[in-house]
């Protein structure tokens, strides 16, 4: 499912720039739904111990201020589009999502009462590497998640004038 989204969303993308077919409502919706469907993986991983809550924090308080930002842009009839910030950090995060289904396998196959294809013994390496990786994704995630929310700032603050 998460691998399917996140095609689904990059396809979804190419097709309505190639065919010239940007709305203002997709220039809204396509966002809010990228956002409902990578909060619910991060909520999934944080619940688990993968991801740190509070790279989730970053994460969810610049969503809802970018929702709100949108929300006063759209009072004036004016859409606040992607930004190339936005797509290197939705890149990251689906790096650090599937870092995270890595690690999660990782740990259930190595798992001691796990009777899988692998002994557990082969398996702590893989998953401390994994660990180590996934963690170096989650805090460029919150970096980028930051730097996003400057530059929308500073887009806001050219179109709402």
């Known amino acids: ?83 190339m910030g936005g797509k290197l950090k939705a890149g990251i995060y689906m790096v650090a999502g599937l870092l995270s289904l890595a690690l999660y396998t990782a740990q259930v196959y190595g798992s001691p009462g796990f009777s899988g294809p692998v002994p557990y013994s082969d398996m702590s390496g893989l998953t401390n590497i994994l660990s180590t990786l996934t963690l170096i994704a989650y805090i460029l995630a919150a970096v980028a998640t930051i730097l996003s929310f400057i530059d929308y700032l500073v887009q806001f603050r050219k179109l709402y004038r």
């Open 1 to 83: 499912m998460f691998c399917w989204m996140e095609l689904s969303d990059l396809i979804d993308g190419r097709v309505a720039r190639a065919h010239n077919q940007i709305t203002p409502f997709g220039k809204l919706f396509d966002p809010f739904a990228d956002v409902i469907s990578r909060v619910t993986y991060f909520l999934a991983f944080t619940s688990i111990g993968i991801m740190p809550l509070w790279v989730l924090l970053i994460v969810l308080y610049r969503e809802f201020s970018i929702l709100f930002l949108r929300m006063l842009l759209g009072l004036k009839g004016i859409a606040m589009g992607a930004r």
